[in-house]
């Protein structure tokens, strides 16, 4: 299997200018950068450059992957809009990390899934998890949490240690964390467990902000409407920030933090409760299919007698097919003799059908 690698970085706050995307040209002889998005493929051969210094000096998010089992997702955020202390609690040596580059914290999501993805081709999927840099911004952790739950089924991590806090909202994922779910493999069952634990997500009104927003000076009106005429970027995060500080929340009733074993004994129980129930959902349907069969059933013998008149593969495979099915009706209706002594003339009349013998031990359909 060749190798194949695929790096894509974009722009949010601001785009490239004409210098900045001729350096980024001079780090490979097929990227074409645009305004906003650089996109890099390989399929021998290596980056120019370290991806995290690149992402730092001009761009706000990055993806990667690679067939052989890495998977990467980076956002850059400005410093002063970030609280790290925040972010650490989530933090998994190899996985997770965030550090400082001059006026910048870089967030770093990496896993690496020892089997690989075997054919791969990457393209669109930062457009569907961009938005989660926002998201941190607005200080919605609910995507350091998901990291959180896919890295710990991939390090040996003390079973005994204590989940980070479990964010507001993970019962009602939006549209890009459910991208990430699914596009990083998060397992269904540990996050059904974590969203149990998941307060409701507090919304602050329209009257809330606006009585905020009264409380402000002239001075600090004027300034933040001169910030939004120089067009600066994430003046509406810095400002709901400020104003945030202002607003007092009712406090959020926190449930008990689980242990990393306790998450894992309460997915695997989600698990075959959730088996459980698609069985018996499968089986009511399967009853339901054979009382609908019943009224077929005489049919259905007449159907089979036709279609083993004629010694060829096909027929011998819908007639199996029809046999199977009185067969399991048979069972409901507590009826085996009458099925086995008809099937047994069959296989009495047809001994030397090698083929539709054959395709009946496949079926388990044997004589007796």
């Given at each position: 299997m060749s190798e194949y690698q695929y790096y894509e970085f974009q722009t949010i706050d601001r785009p490239l200018n004409d210098k900045e995307r001729e350096a980024i040209s001079q780090l490979s002889s097929r990227v074409e950068p645009t305004a906003t998005r650089a996109i890099f493929t390989y399929s021998y051969g290596d980056f120019r450059g370290n991806p995290q210094d690149i992402l730092a000096k001009y761009f706000d998010a990055m993806y990667y992957v690679a067939n052989w089992g890495t998977q990467q997702l980076m956002f850059r955020f400005p410093k002063s809009?970030?609280?790290?202390?925040?972010?650490?609690p989530y933090c998994i040596e190899d996985c997770i990390s965030v550090s400082k580059i001059g006026n910048y914290v870089i967030l770093d999501i990496c896993f690496n899934i020892e089997e690989g993805f075997g054919w791969i081709e990457g393209g669109g999927e930062l457009?569907?998890?961009i938005d989660l840099r926002n998201?941190?911004?607005?200080?919605?952790?609910?995507?350091?949490?998901?990291?959180?739950?896919k890295a710990i089924t991939l390090q040996d991590i003390d079973e005994a240690e204590y989940e980070p806090p479990v964010p507001p909202g993970l019962n009602k994922l939006s549209?890009?964390?459910?991208?990430?779910?699914?596009?990083?493999?998060?397992?269904?069952?540990?996050?059904?467990?974590?969203?149990?634990?998941?307060?409701?997500?507090?919304?602050?009104?329209?009257?809330t902000w606006l009585e905020t927003i009264a409380q402000l000076s002239r001075k600090e009106c004027d300034r933040i409407l001169l910030q939004l005429l120089k067009g600066e970027p994430n003046l509406a995060i810095q400002f709901k920030q400020k104003l945030s500080k202002r607003i007092t929340s009712p406090p959020s009733k926190?449930?008990?933090?689980?242990?990393?074993?306790?998450?894992?004994?309460?997915?695997?129980?989600?698990?075959?409760?959730?088996?459980?129930?698609?069985?018996?959902?499968?089986?009511?349907?399967?009853?339901?299919?054979?009382?609908?069969?019943?009224?077929?059933a005489t049919q259905a013998w007449s159907d089979i007698e036709r279609l083993l008149l004629v010694a060829q593969a096909k027929p011998y495979e819908d007639a199996v097919k029809l046999l199977v099915k009185l067969r399991d009706l048979a069972v409901y209706?507590?009826?085996?003799?009458?099925?086995?002594?008809?099937?047994?003339?069959?296989?009495?009349?047809?001994?030397?059908?090698?083929?539709?013998?054959?395709?009946?031990?496949n079926a388990g359909l044997h004589r007796q």
């Open positions: 809009l970030i609280d790290i202390k925040q972010i650490q457009d569907e998890v998201d941190i911004l607005q200080q919605d952790y609910r995507l350091l949490y998901l990291v959180w739950l549209r890009s964390l459910t991208a990430f779910v699914e596009l990083f493999g998060v397992n269904e069952y540990l996050l059904k467990v974590a969203a149990k634990s998941s307060n409701e997500t507090i919304s602050i009104n329209d009257e926190n449930k008990s933090a689980r242990s990393i074993l306790q998450l894992f004994k309460s997915a695997e129980q989600e698990e075959r409760e959730d088996k459980q129930k698609q069985q018996q959902e499968a089986e009511a349907k399967r009853i339901e299919e054979l009382k609908q069969f019943a009224s077929q209706q507590n009826k085996q003799p009458e099925f086995q002594r008809r099937l047994n003339y069959i296989h009495e009349k047809y001994t030397r059908r090698v083929g539709l013998l054959r395709r009946l031990k």
